[in-house]
């Protein structure tokens, strides 16, 4: 059974960075289409963050993050990141990664849509304080 597995939350001040991690097991990260990276808030719903096109590596991101997060793969280590620079407190979440093995039909838009995903890892907890 394929499976992700995040890793790398925790808690940081604002302003700080983490880079979460996401790693396939039983599945190679480059036989998916597409990866993608959401977070749910408590009461809130889920969101996509960031996104990547694994053939091509083209990258999407949500507006609340751009210019501080950026998404990257690493087919040696079967892996894809999500570095996030500049953490506030409203970026206190759980994280998941989620992956597609394709869609008819694929667009960039796809990325940061949580329901056009097949695999989702189980979520690591980031915590921003003030």
């Known amino acids: 059974q394929v499976q992700l597995v995040e890793s790398g939350g925790g808690s940081v001040q604002a302003g700080g960075s983490l880079r979460l991690s996401c790693a396939a097991s039983r599945y190679t990260v480059s036989n998916f289409m597409y990866l993608g990276w959401f977070r749910q808030a408590p009461g809130k719903e889920r969101e996509g963050v960031a996104g990547i096109y694994i053939g091509g590596g083209r990258t999407t991101y949500a507006d609340s993050v751009k210019g501080r997060f950026t998404t990257s793969q690493d087919n040696a280590k079967n892996t894809v990141y999500l570095q996030m620079n500049s953490l506030k407190p409203e970026d206190t979440a759980m994280y998941y990664c989620?992956?597609?093995?394709?869609?008819?039909?694929?667009?960039?838009?796809?990325?940061?849509?949580?329901?056009?995903?097949?695999?989702w890892g189980q979520g690591t907890q980031v915590t921003v304080s003030s």
């Open positions: 989620a992956a597609s093995y394709g869609r008819v039909g694929f667009d960039m838009t796809y990325l940061l849509l949580p329901y056009k995903y097949d695999i």
